[in-house]
């Protein structure tokens, strides 16, 4: 079955930096687009980031860009998310996700469990 | 930027109602919109995508319907674990596929 695991949350100071990786399994990891949307405290989902299934394209939300870079490594089956120059309105569970297509319509069926991140000093 | 904004907010409904909850694009999207549920502590689950199709494993008693800008999701017949958040999300605007606001749904 289809599998995503989000680790390296935490609390972090701001202006600092964290990396957050999301382990794929059950299905071919290099053959979908991945996103990652968060969700701040009490609010609802945001739209983060996404990256081409061959990491050839990248977009970001306009709150994150120049901060934030997705990546993904296809051998080990994993997407990261490096988070630089970390703001308070930046916490949030951050959550990765699958894009499906299914007659050029575009969804995502799949989600990981969210890392929650913290930043305070 | 294509903007959602899904009403009500929040609604307060019992079991065996039946509901429907709107969602309103700033521009047409023709039927690129999905719809989610979400739970306290839990991830978001796919309901329906492409305006009306359902998703498998979903419960026939959630539906979808619309195009343009605007669109509905109707649960028939609420049962106890329909009680959750419910969010729409475009995904005409390529890659970056935005999210309504979310609309609570209570037990009354």
């Known amino acids: 079955q289809v599998q995503l695991v989000e680790s390296g949350g935490g609390v972090v100071q701001p202006g600092r930096s964290l990396r957050l990786s999301c382990a794929a399994s059950?299905?071919?990891?290099?053959?979908?687009?991945m996103h990652w949307v968060r969700q701040a405290p009490g609010k609802g989902l945001e739209w983060v980031a996404v990256?081409?299934?061959?990491?050839?394209?990248?977009y970001y939300a306009d709150s994150v860009k120049g901060r934030f870079t997705i990546s993904r490594d296809n051998s080990k089956n994993t997407l990261y998310l490096q988070m630089n120059s970390l703001r308070a309105e930046d916490t949030a569970v951050y959550y990765c996700?699958?894009?499906?297509?299914?007659?050029?319509?575009?969804?995502?069926?799949?989600w990981g469990q969210g890392t929650l991140v913290t930043v305070s000093s | 930027d294509i903007q959602l904004t899904q009403s009500p907010s929040s609604l307060s409904a019992s079991v065996g109602d039946r509901v429907t909850i709107t969602c309103r694009a700033s521009?047409?999207?023709?039927?690129?919109l999905n719809w989610y549920q979400q739970k306290p502590g839990k991830a978001p689950k796919l309901l329906i995508y492409?305006?009306?199709s359902l998703q498998s494993g979903v419960p026939s008693r959630f539906s979808g319907s619309g195009s343009g800008t605007d669109f509905t999701l109707t649960i028939s017949s609420l049962e106890r674990e329909d009680f959750a958040t419910y969010y729409c999300?475009?995904?005409?605007?390529?890659?970056?596929?935005?999210f309504g606001q979310g609309t609570k749904l209570e037990i009354k």
């Open positions: 521009q047409s999207i023709s039927r690129y």
């Open positions: 999300q475009q995904s005409y605007s390529t890659p970056m596929y935005t």
């Open positions: 990256i081409w299934d061959d990491g050839s394209k990248k």
């Open positions: 492409a305006a009306s």
């Open positions: 996700a699958r894009e499906t297509t299914v007659i050029a319509q575009f969804f995502f069926d799949s």
């Open positions: 059950g299905f071919i990891f290099s053959s979908y687009g």
